[in-house]
């Protein structure tokens, strides 16, 4: 461990670059935070109408809006454990800034919209803003510090609908999160633009491909992990009656597949696709982007399976249906495209299991809880067999990234 000078501080992009174990530390965070976002969307869940009308509005769209925030912060510290050598004591202690930051975050998320509102704006906002602080005071003489600079400029801007929607209530409070949400997205999509400072082109980042790739696989693993704890869970706080352990073994291998389905084969060889991109940073931008998409659809995949097992054989309104089938449907369609970033090409497979998906809904749309889950299980169960069928005896296939 050493303090170095800034150059020091530099990632070598041709190491492997696995993650340190002070990451990893910072990953059990999220496992708690992901396990927060799903309580808070079973917690006002009801089977009554005219609350789920109200939830489906405004209680998922709040949880979704916190779910992004924990992801952009997430994805900043990968960013920069990528971009720079975390082994300096310098990146360890951003990364240990971003720890403390997300735990505030995720004690207070089930009441962000209510009375902690005002603890997890103003948490997100210092732990935001701290990281790209550090740096720019670490890289003195470097160009990356310009970068640095836009970066607060940028976060400053968004800081402002942040505290400002803090203060107020309702729909206002969501409209403004998610006006600084979007302002922060996009100044990093265009470079994080500043006249006289200048912005970052994508094709010029250099990032640690291995590290990053190793880093969207982990996140992937803790939004399985945070199933895994609501199934179980969910599974011991009642009774051991057939329909709840039927639901429970389905909730298992649902999950199960899920894992087989994306680490088979894109999954194994992210790091690879992204060395081999004549972008590096545009892949991984990329990658970033559809993984969230996938960890929102397993997280949503947790909030069914806790649905399935508590209420096994309740016939369910036509929006649950859509809710539970939504989870695999959102995993399936992100991907079919973190398929097309690896290999420049979509599996049949991935399409018929979609479309199946979507056609289960009419079947099922007043059926018990548990026939929905188990039709889920089978056109997972019929997506994994494909890929294996399709690999048996074949060469392992290697990336091409079309990006």
């Known amino acids: 461990?050493?303090?170095?000078?800034?150059?020091?501080?530099?990632?070598?992009?041709?190491?492997?670059?696995?993650?340190?174990?002070?990451?990893?530390?910072?990953?059990?965070?999220?496992?708690?935070?992901?396990?927060?976002?799903?309580?808070?969307?079973?917690?006002?869940?009801?089977?009554?109408?005219?609350?789920?009308?109200?939830?489906?509005?405004?209680?998922?769209?709040?949880?979704?809006?916190?779910?992004?925030?924990?992801?952009?912060?997430?994805?900043?510290?990968?960013?920069?454990?990528?971009?720079?050598?975390?082994?300096?004591?310098?990146?360890?202690?951003?990364?240990?800034?971003?720890?403390?930051?997300?735990?505030?975050?995720?004690?207070?998320?089930?009441?962000?919209?209510?009375?902690?509102?005002q603890v997890f704006a103003t948490a997100y906002v210092i732990t935001r803003m701290s990281g790209p602080a550090i740096l720019a005071l670490a890289l003195r003489g470097l160009e990356r510090r310009r970068l640095k600079l836009r970066m607060l400029s940028w976060l400053g801007l968004a800081a402002v609908p942040w505290i400002a929607?803090?203060?107020?209530?309702?729909?206002?409070?969501?409209?403004?999160?998610?006006?600084?949400?979007?302002?922060?997205?996009?100044?990093?999509r265009f470079g994080w633009p500043v006249p006289g400072l200048g912005r970052s082109l994508t094709p010029q980042w250099e990032i640690a491909g291995h590290h990053l790739a190793e880093r969207y696989q982990q996140f992937f693993l803790i939004a399985l992990g945070e199933s895994i704890l609501v199934i179980g869970l969910t599974f011991s706080s009642g009774g051991f009656s057939l329909g709840r352990t039927v639901a429970f073994v389905v909730a298992i291998a649902a999950t199960v597949l899920v894992w087989r389905i994306y680490f088979y084969r894109a999954g194994q060889?992210?790091?690879?696709?992204?060395?081999?991109?004549?972008?590096?940073?545009?892949?991984?931008?990329?990658?970033?982007?559809?993984?969230?998409v996938m960890v929102i659809g397993v997280v949503i995949m947790s909030v069914g399976n806790e649905l399935d097992i508590d209420h096994a054989y309740t016939h369910t309104e036509?929006?649950?249906?859509?809710?539970?089938?939504?989870?695999?449907?959102?995993?399936l369609a992100a991907r079919a495209r973190f398929e097309y970033e690896v290999f420049g090409r979509v599996s049949t497979a991935r399409i018929v299991g979609?479309?199946?998906?979507?056609?289960?809904?009419?079947?099922?749309?007043?059926?018990?809880?548990?026939?929905v889950a188990l039709g889920e299980a089978a056109v997972l169960t019929g997506v994994a067999v494909a890929d294996a069928r399709r690999a048996k005896g074949a060469p392992p296939e290697a990336p091409k990234p079309p990006l």
């Open 1 to 117: 461990m050493h303090i170095g000078e800034p150059r020091e501080l530099l990632h070598e992009t041709d190491e492997p670059g696995r993650a340190t174990f002070l990451e990893l530390f910072f990953d059990l965070v999220y496992v708690f935070a992901l396990t927060q976002i799903s309580a808070r969307m079973i917690d006002d869940l009801s089977f009554d109408k005219g609350a789920l009308r109200r939830i489906v509005a405004s209680e998922l769209a709040e949880s979704l809006l916190l779910l992004l925030a924990l992801w952009f912060l997430w994805s900043a510290v990968a960013w920069t454990t990528s971009r720079y050598d975390p082994r300096s004591l310098v990146i360890q202690a951003l990364v240990v800034v971003a720890l403390f930051g997300s735990m505030v975050m995720a004690v207070a998320l089930p009441r962000a919209f209510s009375d902690q509102a």
């Open 354 to 371: 979609l479309v199946a998906l979507v056609g289960l809904f009419p079947l099922l749309f007043s059926g018990a809880l548990l026939e």
């Open 269 to 292: 060889v992210l790091a690879s696709a992204i060395a081999a991109s004549p972008h590096p940073g545009r892949a991984g931008r990329s990658a970033a982007d559809t993984h969230l």
């Open 318 to 331: 036509p929006i649950w249906t859509g809710a539970i089938l939504a989870g695999p449907a959102l995993f």
């Open 165 to 188: 929607g803090s203060l107020v209530e309702g729909i206002p409070r969501g409209s403004l999160w998610t006006a600084a949400l979007a302002i922060e997205y996009l100044a990093g």
